[in-house]
């Protein structure tokens, strides 16, 4: 069975560092792209950024570009969403998602979606 | 970024009534269109990609289609497990954006 399995929720305060985990498996990890979103309480879906395992190559959105670092350990099956300093904004579930496509120097497309999807950890950042 | 206009914000149904949800791309999108389905306290569910590719063991009541930069999902008849809330994303270009939503609810 193809899954993704995400690590468990935290509970952190402001200015802590956190970085949590995505584990493929049942496919070739390393020929997919792993994303990342973010659902904030309450609200919609936004594509964070996502990384190719194979090579590394690593895209953000500007939105988040600076704000998260994405990694990922091919030889674990595992990609990382990590923050250096949480603020309560961070409050958020997050999902990370499988992908393909092909990319250029600028730009990368995808037709065929988010097909798999883990099942989401709960990020509380609280004082 | 690509915005992506979805409407309506919400709506409500009753079991066998025919849907439709519309997301419109700021700009061309070519086919580069995902719809997905997301219920309470779950995560998201691809149901369509390509714009009209149906994935496998979704219901054929499901279906899509383009118009240009706008898209339509169509639930034919709509049935008790379908209320639920359901996202279009855009794969052309980076950032790949979402649209805001539409949460179907039971009249």
């Known amino acids: 069975e193809v899954q993704l399995v995400q690590s468990g929720a935290e509970v952190k305060k402001p200015g802590e560092s956190l970085k949590i985990s995505c584990k493929g498996s049942?496919?070739?990890?390393?020929?997919?792209?792993i994303g990342w979103v973010r659902q904030m309480p309450g609200k919609g879906l936004e594509w964070m950024g996502f990384i190719y395992p194979g090579d590394s190559d690593t895209r953000y959105s500007p939105s988040f570009q600076g704000q998260v670092t994405i990694s990922a350990d091919k030889s674990i099956s595992t990609a990382y969403l990590q923050w250096s300093s949480l603020e309560a904004s961070d409050t958020a579930m997050y999902y990370c998602?499988?992908?393909?496509?092909?990319?250029?120097?600028?730009?990368?497309?995808?037709?065929?979606?988010?097909?798999?999807w883990g099942q989401g950890t709960t990020v509380i950042v609280s004082s | 970024d690509i915005q992506m206009t979805q409407s309506p914000s919400s709506l409500s149904a009753s079991v066998g009534d025919r849907v439709t949800i519309t997301c419109r791309a700021s700009q061309s999108i070519s086919s580069y269109l995902n719809w997905y389905q997301q219920k309470p306290g779950k995560a998201p569910k691809l149901l369509m990609n390509d714009a009209s590719t149906l994935q496998s063991g979704v219901p054929s009541r499901f279906s899509g289609s383009v118009s240009g930069t706008d898209f339509t999902l169509t639930i034919s008849s709509l049935q008790p497990e379908d209320f639920a809330s359901y996202y279009c994303?855009?794969?052309?270009?980076?950032?790949?954006?979402f649209g805001q939503g539409t949460k179907v609810e039971i009249k």
């Open positions: 994303q855009q794969g052309y270009i980076t950032p790949w954006t």
């Open positions: 049942g496919y070739t990890f390393t020929n997919y792209w």
């Open positions: 998602s499988r992908s393909t496509g092909y990319c250029t120097t600028g730009n990368c497309y995808s037709r065929d979606g988010m097909d798999v």
